[in-house]
């Protein structure tokens, strides 16, 4: 047996053993918890967790002011108490997400249109009876041109939509406009049962429309850009496959 081809078939064997292993695994762990509730994992340091990242966040510039002793209020400051709604960059705020909408369009067109058109050259110059020479003899100088057309359209069209979504995502101050207006982003994401739920928004609010709880509501988001989807077992199956998407593109009928 060449060696090329026994690695290929070792290598082959290992995967098969791993799987077999992690499965009798997974297993033992099923069997152990019959007639009982599953255990709780136990505390540890979340930032072994698998797929946890050292995150970078953009930040405000540092701030610097001089300590004046004896002083109850730090130099720089407007107010006694501070205000906890975001306002710089680096701050988080909750968008709230709520729609309910219905839409429903009917459209019908109907066009029709006919011509009709006759021309005839009796007389033209004492020559029309020379034509015969140059077209057949059939020729009839009062009948030589003669057409119609008919044009008939009917289209209708319907649509009827429904969308209701409820959510709230944290999103982050990412920059501060010359006009005091915030930019905003933020990404959410949720595995159930290998699908992935991914939810993202984007855009511009005012300082002014954030609540006294820190929040904000989609509406008041300018230029918004919310996107919800998922991928994973469920989407792939709800999704045609790309030969069909390959067809309904370059299919002429």
Same mark, same amino acid.
């Given at each position: 047996?060449?060696?090329?081809?026994?690695?290929?078939?070792?290598?082959?064997?290992l995967?098969?053993?791993?799987?077999v292993v992690?499965?009798?695994?997974?297993?033992?762990d099923?069997?152990?918890?019959?007639g009982?509730?599953?255990?709780l994992?136990?505390i540890?340091?979340?930032?072994?967790?698998?797929?946890?990242?050292?995150?970078?966040?953009?930040?405000? !510039?540092? /701030?610097?002011s001089?300590r004046?002793?004896?002083?109850?209020?730090? @130099?720089?400051?407007?107010?006694?108490?501070?205000? +906890?709604?975001?306002?710089r960059?680096g701050?988080?705020?909750t968008?709230?997400?709520?729609?309910?909408?219905?839409?429903?369009?009917q459209?019908?067109t109907?066009?029709?249109r006919?011509?009709?058109e006759?021309?005839?050259?009796p007389?033209?110059?004492?020559?029309e009876?020379?034509?015969?020479?140059?077209?057949p003899?059939?020729i009839?100088p009062t009948s030589l041109?003669?057409?119609?057309?008919?044009l008939?359209?009917?289209?209708?069209g319907s649509?009827?939509?429904?969308?209701?979504?409820?959510?709230r995502?944290a999103?982050?101050?990412?920059?501060? !406009?010359? /006009?005091?207006?915030?930019?905003?982003?933020?990404?959410q994401q949720? @595995?159930?049962?290998?699908?992935?739920?991914e939810? +993202?928004?984007?855009?511009v609010?005012?300082?002014e429309d954030?609540?006294?709880?820190n929040?904000v509501t989609?509406?008041?988001?300018?230029?918004?850009r919310?996107?919800?989807?998922?991928r994973?077992?469920?989407?792939?199956?709800?999704?045609p496959?790309?030969?069909?998407?390959?067809?309904?593109?370059i299919m002429?009928?």
């Amino acid at each position: 047996m060449p060696l090329e081809i026994y690695k290929k078939r070792s290598g082959l064997l290992l995967l098969a053993s791993m799987a077999v292993v992690l499965t009798a695994c997974n297993t033992l762990d099923r069997l152990n918890e019959v007639g009982s509730a599953p255990k709780l994992s136990e505390i540890r340091d979340p930032s072994g967790l698998a797929g946890v990242e050292p995150v970078s966040m953009p930040m405000p !510039l540092a /701030n610097l002011s001089e300590r004046q002793p004896n002083s109850l209020w730090k @130099t720089g400051s407007r107010a006694f108490f501070r205000d +906890q709604r975001a306002t710089r960059i680096g701050d988080i705020l909750t968008v709230v997400i709520s729609i309910d909408e219905k839409a429903q369009l009917q459209n019908e067109t109907k066009r029709t249109r006919e011509n009709s058109e006759k021309d005839a050259m009796p007389n033209m110059f004492g020559y029309e009876t020379d034509l015969s020479k140059v077209l057949p003899d059939t020729i009839d100088p009062t009948s030589l041109v003669k057409t119609s057309s008919s044009l008939s359209n009917n289209g209708k069209g319907s649509v009827n939509r429904s969308e209701k979504i409820d959510l709230r995502v944290a999103a982050t101050i990412i920059q501060v !406009l010359p /006009n005091g207006n915030l930019v905003l982003a933020g990404k959410q994401q949720m @595995t159930v049962n290998f699908d992935l739920r991914e939810l +993202q928004i984007s855009g511009v609010i005012r300082p002014e429309d954030i609540s006294s709880d820190n929040t904000v509501t989609y509406d008041q988001i300018a230029e918004a850009r919310i996107s919800y989807g998922g991928r994973g077992s469920i989407q792939d199956v709800q999704q045609p496959r790309y030969g069909s998407q390959i067809l309904d593109i370059i299919m002429p009928f």
